[in-house]
C-alpha cells in the first residue's frame, strides 16, 4: 500500500518556465521529506529534503514546499532547464532506515 | 572514484539460474540497503544492513539472499530465478549519523535482470 503517491506520472515544461511536481502522503507521522532525481541508465540521487518544522526549503532553483494539513508536500524547479529532464521520486522516512518512494514523475524540459 | 558501484550492471539469464549482485562502497558508511525498481517503476526496500548486521528484511522471497561479509560491501544472491524477477535491482548506503543526515541515501547505477 503506497503511503507516498506521486499521481501525475509525466509533466512536460518549456525551458526558462516552472515545473511543479506534487506528492502526497497518507501517514500523517511521516516528519520528513525527501526527492530524489534520477536520470535513465543511473541510480537515483538526493535533490532536496524539508522537515515538517518547515513548510519551505530552498536551495538554488528547487524549492520543496511542505503542507501539513493536506499532506501534500510539492517541488518547484525555477526556472526549468533541459538537464532538469529526469524521473524525480518523493520519499519519506517510515522507520529505521528505511525509506518509502513514490511511484516517480517524469519530467521533460523543452529546449 | 565512484562512491556506490554495482556488479553487473546487467544480467540476462534462464528462469531456474541462481546469480549474484555485488555492491561496494567507498563513503564509509555504514548502512546498506538493496532496492528492487519493478515494471512500474516503483523503488522498494528489500533488504537493509548495518555494519554488516540485518535491520531490515522486507517481505521477498527467500530465494534472496543478502550477504555482508564488510560494511563496505552488500551482495545479493538470488536462487531460482523466476520471470517476475526481472527488474532493476539498486544497492544504496546511508551514513549512521545522529540526525537526518543518515537518512540521505546514496545509490549505486543498478543493475538490470532479465529473467528469459
Known amino acids: 500500500d503506497q503511503q507516498v503517491k506521486q499521481n501525475s506520472p509525466s509533466l512536460s515544461v518549456q525551458e526558462g518556465r516552472i515545473s511543479i511536481l506534487n506528492c502526497d502522503y497518507t501517514?500523517?507521522?511521516?516528519?520528513?521529506f525527501l526527492w530524489y532525481k534520477k536520470y535513465p541508465a543511473e541510480g537515483p540521487t538526493f535533490l532536496i529534503s524539508?522537515?515538517?518544522?518547515?513548510d519551505k526549503n530552498e536551495d538554488g532553483r528547487f524549492t520543496v514546499f511542505l503542507n501539513k494539513s493536506a499532506k501534500h508536500l510539492s517541488l518547484h524547479i525555477v526556472p526549468s532547464q533541459p538537464g532538469d529532464s529526469a524521473v524525480y521520486f518523493c520519499?519519506?522516512?517510515?522507520?529505521?532506515?528505511?525509506?518509502?518512494f513514490g511511484g516517480g514523475t517524469r519530467v521533460l524540459v523543452k529546449p | 572514484d565512484t562512491a556506490v558501484s554495482q556488479t553487473p550492471k546487467y544480467l540476462v539469464t534462464q528462469m531456474g539460474n541462481d546469480k549474484s549482485i555485488k555492491c561496494e562502497q567507498n563513503?564509509?558508511?555504514?548502512?546498506m540497503y538493496w532496492y528492487k525498481q519493478d515494471s512500474k517503476k516503483f523503488l522498494k526496500i528489500m533488504f537493509s544492513?548495518?555494519?554488516?548486521?540485518?535491520?531490515i528484511n522486507e517481505t521477498v522471497p527467500n530465494r534472496f539472499s543478502p550477504k555482508s561479509p564488510d560494511k563496505a560491501h552488500l551482495n545479493l544472491h538470488i536462487n531460482s530465478l523466476e520471470l517476475g524477477d526481472s527488474a532493476v535491482y539498486f544497492c544504496?548506503?546511508?551514513?549512521?549519523?545522529?540526525?537526518?543526515?543518515?537518512?540521505?541515501?546514496?545509490f549505486g547505477p543498478g543493475t538490470r535482470l532479465l529473467v528469459l
Open positions: 544504496a548506503s546511508s551514513p549512521r549519523t545522529s540526525g537526518r543526515a543518515q537518512e540521505t541515501q546514496y
Open positions: 501517514n500523517s507521522m511521516f516528519d520528513y
Open positions: 524539508i522537515s515538517s518544522i518547515k
Open positions: 520519499a519519506a522516512p517510515c522507520g529505521g532506515n528505511k525509506l518509502t
Open positions: 563513503l564509509g558508511h555504514d548502512t
Open positions: 544492513y548495518n555494519n554488516k548486521e540485518l535491520i
